[in-house]
């Protein structure tokens, strides 16, 4: 094979993984949670409502979208008529949230790198239960040796729990309170 053949297919394999790379969006840092942050799918005030929260960035637009609780935000990514495409999805570390009601603006992480509780007794902000975020597997474990429930990660959370019904049962949840 030419020697000059060699070189010209290597010069363009480079260029090429060079334009992925420029097509590629830079993950925008998250947002801190203002009044004018409402919930996506409830169109409320996102301050209003208790525990963890989550904001997705997508691609093409300035502002994140905010949802009530995590649930929704693994939900909306689950959906095959939300089209658009995420850049970053930044969830509330309730590891890191000194309070249940208000996780605060600094616990926000990376929604891949989360340990997730679900099916435990608390339930989110819009009184469904919750997909309960947390920065380490041992914090996880912790909430649920104490809340009940079952530690997965994100690809492991089942279709039906985030897009099924929803059936509360009052007795056995806890909807304010302490982590």
Not at 129 to 137: A, C, R, S, V
Request: one cysteine or more; proline letters at 6%; a negative charge.
């Amino acid at each position: 094979m030419n020697i000059g053949l060699i070189g010209a297919l290597l010069a363009a394999i480079v260029l090429m993984g060079c334009n992925e790379q420029s097509a590629q969006v830079d993950a925008p840092q998250p947002v801190a949670m203002t009044e004018e942050a409402v919930g996506h799918y409830c169109q409320m005030n996102i301050l209003e409502h208790t525990g963890p929260k989550a904001q997705i960035h997508l691609k093409n637009l300035m502002h994140p979208i905010w949802f009530s609780q995590v649930r929704d935000a693994v939900a909306f990514t689950r959906l095959p008529e939300e089209m658009q495409e995420p850049v970053a999805i930044y969830v509330n570390d309730m590891e890191k949230a000194r309070q249940w009601d208000f996780p605060g603006d600094d616990t926000w992480i990376d929604i891949e790198q989360a340990f997730f509780v679900i099916n435990s007794n608390r339930i989110g902000g819009m009184g469904a239960p919750e997909t309960i975020p947390f920065g380490t597997e041992a914090g996880a474990n912790g909430f649920a040796m104490q809340h009940g429930g079952q530690v997965v990660k994100l690809s492991e959370i089942p279709d039906a729990y985030v897009l099924g019904p929803v059936e509360i049962d009052l007795q056995k949840h806890t909807v304010t309170g302490a982590l």
